[in-house]
């Protein structure tokens, strides 16, 4: 676990990875702690497509997602709020049976972790808000938290350039790095978070897929593609390894 340290408007501002998912921790001055938890694109769903084409894995796959997170909450116990950044769910047009009884399941689950659930909508989503409903919950376009705004990343709103937030957390570019070996020529490619200076100054951090299916695209191949044009060269990257193992590789323009 890696901590990223501020002091902002006098309250102190924790940043922390925990596997795929980041961890923030808010103490006010007047000492109320504050936990959110945020969570990238899960892409529920996309097992009963790969089901219709023939490969039967989809609930192998949610039984893997539920895996991962009991791993995370037994690290972080339950929190005030879990963000879901968006590509809850898979399929573009509709909503597949095994979508709604997936994303049905994740919310109950979810809900027993957190006070709050806040589910941010994304170009997959186009179709949540029938199981949000169900659920008693609302899908925002963005959310916005003290000094942070949360949203999907693949569309610009007028909110995210208020003078209040300092902080842009986005899902949708599910980045991850080639790394290779010191020795020998084995490629592998890891998920990661990046972590910069990004639109208007304002600090941004992408968040991987939580999702296992697609490990995710290379910044240093124009492959994370969001609404702005994002320099990543300064970003530094926080590769995900194992047991919810979170390293810190540098910045990007210095991997090889």
């Known amino acids: 676990m890696i901590e990223i340290i501020e002091n902002l408007d006098g309250s102190e501002i924790k940043i922390k990875f925990i596997g795929k998912t980041l961890l923030i921790e808010r103490n006010a001055k007047n000492g109320k702690l504050e936990r959110v938890l945020v969570v990238g694109d899960l892409h529920l769903g996309f097992g009963e ?44 047009g509709g909503i597949l049976k095994q979508e709604w009884s997936d994303v049905a399941k994740i919310i109950d689950y979810l809900k027993e972790k957190c006070k709050k659930l806040i589910l941010i909508r994304g170009n997959h989503d186009t179709l949540l808000s029938p199981i949000a409903r169900k659920k008693k919950l609302k899908v925002w376009n963005l959310y916005v938290w003290n000094e942070f705004c949360f949203t999907h990343g693949d569309r610009d709103y007028n909110k995210i350039w208020n003078k209040k937030v300092k902080y842009i957390v986005v899902g949708h570019g599910h980045p991850a790095v080639k790394l290779k070996e010191e020795r020998g020529a084995k490629i592998e490619k890891y998920k990661c978070f990046l972590v910069g200076k990004g639109i208007g100054g304002k600090k941004m951090i992408i968040v991987p897929s939580f999702a296992e299916y697609y490990v995710g695209s290379d910044p240093r191949e124009g492959e994370v593609i969001l609404a702005w044009d994002v320099d990543f060269s300064d970003f530094e990257v926080y590769v995900v390894g194992e047991h919810l193992e979170v390293l810190n590789f540098g910045l990007i323009k210095k991997l090889r």
């Open 49 to 92: 497509i790969m089901g219709i084409s023939g490969v039967n894995v989809g609930k192998q796959m949610f039984d893997e997602m539920i895996n991962d997170f009991n791993e995370v909450f037994g690290e972080t116990g339950n929190v005030d709020k879990i963000i879901l950044l968006g590509d809850i769910k898979h399929d573009f």
